[in-house]
């Protein structure tokens, strides 16, 4: 009884009330395309010959596409691919960030040159056309999900880079730290003075890394698409989605193609009220 | 009785070159050295310099730093990593910032004994609650979960003080431990330390800018000025005859009572 009256007050916490309604939308943008199979009427790929390009109606909620596909299914597909894709490629490109621009910092000398000037030629390279290197190199066709792993991989790989630059500074301003100074003194190794006692320390640059990436990926998974390497049709993702309003003047005309938008804001800033609350040290 | 560290140290900053110049210091053993100078002397460069801890700012140590028979200077890092902690022990000055902000106490203590005990990492526990009531904390388990920040000054420098002495060091180096303290908590801990040195048999180095409490707790007393070691010798010694001109400087400056007739009559002049 008494421990339920303590989850009860807790929740009651202004911040702690923001981040349970954050967590429940969440929950449930994640459910739903879980279960898209049963919420959708039709498949993501099923084209209505008979409705093209059509308005939001009882049968097409959000209207259909210029294929004449469902755009409701479309998203609730899509929400599944970006949903798994965007976090779990920020989650892999904030940790190389971590691992490479911590370690420099953190080894400083010159190490920290090495990196910094990596990093430096890193993010000067011409990508494009690497990229489409990249994409001559594969197979013409590659199956939707080869296509999702090859996305999955190409943005983590690639959007470490300016994480790296922010941690690398964020841990030469830590390293000088008397804390450190002393657990050195306790006969800490190099190791675990690093695993141990700094990266703690750079969580919430870590956090604020990580959360930031998501919604660029998300757009970066669009912008590949158009070289051909992002999640290839017929799968949805916002970002194929989101490539649909290139054409202006059809936004203007149909806004509820901006429903992609819509759920990406309110998803973005979900994770952000999640993440942050939970930064915060219990006192 | 036995010397155990006895040094002939010069340290080099890149920008700085001699910001210590032939230091010599003698600590036998269970002995508390004082070690007194202005700010920028170079007291908290000694405290970093015999532990080796100067890599980061670019320091570079010459000459030779002879602990229980070694130099330390020339120790390989891995060998000088076991001496940390466990042989020569360091008590930074200020308190809350020596303490990690995101590391709850007892893990902070639970990786300094790991350090050195990586056989049976799991009674630290039993030692560390040990040790807080030797350094009067309350010597529950829920103090371990404690953050720093849910500490006072005076509670952080005991949880300090108690991880230093973990392993039972032969030497501690204190730089400047009461300086961030009120005068109540100073005395507490000034007397905190007497009674380690006589439980533990351990000697120390206690640096501070504060000659008063220095005269409290150390037997012999070194000057140091300009990154010199201008006079050394035993408390009542220096305190009565200065020998040189900093010294007596020193001694004026803390000792001016405002409401004496002779300000300056515990000096003698000449």
Redesign the interface.
């Known amino acids: 009884m008494k421990v339920r009256l303590r989850i009860m007050r807790d929740r009651l916490k202004p911040g702690r009330a923001a981040q349970m309604i954050a967590l429940v939308v969440l929950a449930l943008v994640a459910l739903a395309s879980l279960f898209a199979g049963f919420i959708a009427p039709s498949s993501y790929s099923e084209q209505f010959r008979d409705a093209i390009s059509a308005p939001p109606s009882a049968r097409f909620l959000l209207g259909t596409d210029d294929l004449g596909r469902d755009r409701f299914a479309r998203l609730l597909y899509g929400t599944r691919v970006s949903l798994l894709l965007a976090p779990a490629a920020a989650l892999l490109s904030t940790l190389l960030a971590a691992l490479i621009g911590g370690l420099a910092g953190y080894l400083g000398g010159r190490w920290e040159r090495y990196v910094t000037s990596g990093i430096d030629l890193f993010l000067s390279l011409p990508w494009l056309f690497l990229l489409l290197a990249a994409r001559a190199l594969l197979p013409l066709n590659t199956s939707p999900i080869t296509s999702v792993a090859i996305t999955f991989l190409l943005l983590g790989c690639l959007g470490w880079a300016s994480p790296a630059r922010i941690i690398r500074a964020g841990t030469r301003t830590l390293t000088n730290a008397d804390y450190l100074v002393q657990a050195r003194a306790s006969g800490i190794s190099g190791f675990r003075l690093f695993s141990r006692h700094l990266l703690p320390n750079l969580r919430p640059i870590l956090l604020a890394q990580f959360w930031i990436s998501i919604p660029v990926f998300i757009l970066s998974e669009a912008n590949l698409g158009l070289l051909g390497l992002g999640v290839s049709e017929p799968l949805p993702s916002w970002g194929a989605m989101l490539r649909e309003l290139e054409n202006y003047t059809a936004v203007l005309q149909n806004p509820w193609m901006l429903a992609p938008v819509v759920l990406l804001v309110i998803v973005v800033g979900c994770l952000q009220v999640v993440l942050r609350t939970e930064d915060q040290i219990p006192c | 009785m036995k010397n155990l560290l006895s040094t002939r140290l010069t340290v080099d900053y890149p920008n700085k070159p001699r910001i210590l110049g032939d230091v010599e210091l003698e600590i036998a053993e269970g002995e508390i050295l004082g070690l007194v100078g202005e700010s920028g002397s170079g007291k908290s460069t000694i405290a970093?310099a015999l532990?080796r801890?100067l890599d980061?700012?670019g320091g570079k140590i010459h000459g030779e730093i002879l602990f229980d028979g070694r130099d330390l200077a020339k120790l390989r890092e891995k060998e000088m990593?076991?001496?940390?902690?466990?042989e020569i022990?360091?008590v930074?000055q200020?308190p809350l910032?020596?303490?990690?902000?995101?590391?709850k106490i007892g893990?902070?203590i639970a990786?300094?004994w790991r350090?050195?005990n990586p056989g049976n990492a799991k009674q630290w526990k039993e030692e560390a609650l040990g040790l807080f009531s030797l350094v009067s904390l309350p010597a529950e388990p829920s103090f371990l979960d404690r953050?720093p920040r849910?500490l006072s000054v005076g509670q952080a420098q005991r949880v300090?003080i108690a991880?230093?002495i973990?392993h039972k060091p032969r030497l501690l180096i204190a730089d400047e431990p009461t300086s961030a303290l009120d005068a109540i908590t100073q005395s507490e801990i000034l007397e905190l330390f007497r009674r380690l040195n006589r439980q533990l048999n351990m000697a120390m180095l206690f640096i501070s800018h504060d000659l008063l409490s220095v005269a409290s707790l150390c037997s012999r007393i070194a000057i140091l000025q300009r990154g010199q070691i201008v006079e050394c010798g035993a408390t009542e010694q220096m305190f009565r005859e200065p020998r040189t001109e900093d010294t007596r400087a020193l001694l004026q400056a803390v000792l001016r009572n405002p409401f004496a007739a002779q300000p300056t009559e515990l000096i003698s002049h000449g």
Request: glycine content about 2%.
């Open positions: 970093l532990l801890l980061h700012k990593r076991k001496i940390r902690g466990s022990a360091l930074l200020s910032s020596s303490l990690n902000p995101v590391l893990t902070q990786e300094a350090a050195h953050y849910q300090l991880m230093a973990l």
